[in-house]
């Protein structure tokens, strides 16, 4: 069965880490570009960040840049989000999706995605 199992949201202090992971079971995902999105309440869902099906192109959004990394290890078939000086702001659910997009290609848009996990939560709070 096709499924992308989000992990490792939590309640986390301004300027904390975390380290999402997005493990997917039933297929295999370096075959797919894998992307984050967070939704936060009354908040149209916003792609953060992708990463091709190669892992050679990667891409933030603003908001993240410089502070959010994303990552994949092929063999353990899992994506990472590894998030560093977080902010309140960045409190949302958060989400990854996958679709077999272009080899050296990926994308934040939500249109373009086609499988999703059901989401992990982060809180950041003092």
């Known amino acids: 069965q096709f499924q992308l199992v989000e992990s490792g949201g939590g309640l986390v202090q301004p300027g904390g880490s975390l380290r999402l992971s997005c493990a997917a079971s039933?297929?295999?995902?370096?075959?797919?570009?894998i992307a984050w999105f967070r939704q936060a309440p009354g908040k149209e869902r916003e792609g953060v960040s992708c990463i091709s099906r190669s892992g050679s192109n990667t891409n933030y959004a603003d908001s993240v840049k410089g502070r959010f990394t994303i990552s994949r290890d092929n063999a353990k078939n899992t994506v990472y989000l590894q998030m560093n000086s977080l902010k309140p702001e960045d409190t949302a659910v958060y989400y990854c999706?996958?679709?077999?997009?272009?080899?050296?290609?990926?994308?934040?848009?939500?249109?373009?995605?086609?499988?999703w996990g059901q989401g992990t939560r982060i809180t950041v709070s003092s």
């Open positions: 039933g297929f295999t995902l370096n075959n797919y570009a």
């Open positions: 999706a996958a679709q077999p997009l272009q080899a050296y290609f990926c994308s934040r848009q939500v249109r373009n995605y086609g499988y």
